[in-house]
């Protein structure tokens, strides 16, 4: 009977040990475990850790924010996968929860509310669960999972650790990953009366854009991977109230490169029926991807940009030396979505999944984009309109049949409202009538030249004065 008892305090013991309950441990009476994917969901293995810079360091790393309802016993992950030591493959991996602070940047330089540490030698099918010593208040919280282990010096070998993906009942409104995409995880909550939904909409979320759960749009069929160059994917019409708010290409193949150098670029057009004339159009979004992870997904956010009624030419575009492509998809996909390479219209598809978001009424479309100056631009050496006290009046200037034409002299007149109703024709025969008076330049002229010559000998009478 004692080696029984001893035997129980033993396990107590071990269980109440943080660290030494990763196993998956079942919610009791008084825990809601609360998930983002639907009860009977299955997992697979989808985001890959084992990312590493050039001197072989681990880099991978992934987070999910979310919200609680009611205070947090405990989180974790439903399946996990990892290499063996029998094939050099194990890995360590840290997990740790964070108090939300601001944005993910800040909280991230805090201090975690747990941190564990886990070896990992091969997959825990029955998933990972770690408790908290003392639940933490309801709130905005990060789950970050990091890989530790980086690659040996020797050829070949990656320790690797993978995080589980499903399709997922929650979007963006919920829940918010890091660029290494979705994954499906848990969190066990303190039961809570008149509570029914225990992972609630993150604080400052746009209300009207309601982020629906991301679907798989095409499924992987078998293991042929195609790489990219330049690869455009047409969409359906945009229903009638949503926006296509992400787009992924599933589990991205980098031909295991570890190296940095899988990069790409993308951007958005309406669709015309024509690849090159598409592309010729407006820009409606674009964004890139650096240092893409082998096998994880490739996520383009569009946020509002691709609205409903229409379709989109999305186009992906390799930037750098390193390889980046997709999962050949099934033979039959939905109708609409059409798929190229190089402007050539292909007739396979690639393993995607999509989200899309209400949004109702989102008002008048841009149609073109904005003109960088004004159509007139006004002259900025003359006011754009010139006041009529401030030029001559009409009888005081010479009359334009005396004055001289405009290439021999300024025409001071060219700066006084024209007059109405007068042709050329009628100036004309004012100017052959009137041909006696060109005597008045003449006597105009020799008046100035003498008093210009009265002026110079002044100025000589003056110097001769002062010798």
Known sequence: MKKILTVL??????????????????????????????????????????????????????????KTAADIKGFGLPKAFAGTSQNDQDATVRFELFKFDTDAETTLKGTPVHSEEVYMDGDFNEGMHFRLETPAPAGQYLFRITQLTGREESEGVAHYFVLPICDLIYGDTKIVFDAAGPFSF???????????????????????????????IIKRSGDNAREITEYGIVTPVIPDGQVLYTLSLVASPTWSNTNGDSDCEWHV??????????????????????????????????????????????????TNSGKIGYWQGEDEWPEGWEFYDFGSELDVSPSIKGQYALVGDLGP?????????????????????????????????????????????????????????????????????????????????AACAVVVIGSVIAIIAAKKKKK
């Open 269 to 318: 057009h309406k669709w015309t029926g024509d690849y090159d004339e598409s592309i010729e159009g407006r820009t409606v979004a674009s964004g890139e991807e650096i240092d893409h992870a082998d096998n994880s997904n490739l996520t383009l956010k569009f946020g509002t940009a691709l609205r409903y009624g229409n379709r989109y030419l999305i186009v992906i575009e390799k």
């Open 9 to 66: 305090l033993v396990l107590a013991m071990i269980l109440s040990v943080p660290g030494l309950g990763v196993f998956a441990a079942e919610a009791d009476e008084t825990t809601y475990r609360a998930t983002p994917y639907a009860e009977g969901a299955s997992f697979d293995p989808g985001i890959w850790m084992n990312k590493f810079d050039e001197d072989g360091n681990c880099i991978g790393t992934n987070y999910v924010i979310f």
């Open 365 to 445: 479309e841009p149609t073109e984009e904005p003109t960088k100056e004004p159509t007139e631009v006004p002259p900025t050496d003359v006011p754009t309109e010139v006041p009529v006290t401030d030029a001559p009046v009409a009888t005081d200037a010479p009359k334009p049949t005396d004055v001289p034409d405009k290439t021999d002299a300024p025409n001071v007149t060219d700066n006084a409202p024209k007059t109405t109703g007068g042709s050329s024709d009628k100036n004309n025969e004012k100017k052959d009538s009137k041909g006696g008076n060109n005597i008045v330049p003449i006597i105009v002229i």
């Open 186 to 216: 848990y969190v066990d909550c303190e039961k809570k009366d008149g509570v029914t939904d225990y992972l609630v909409a993150l604080d400052g979320n746009d209300t009207q854009v309601d982020v629906q759960p991301e679907r798989t």
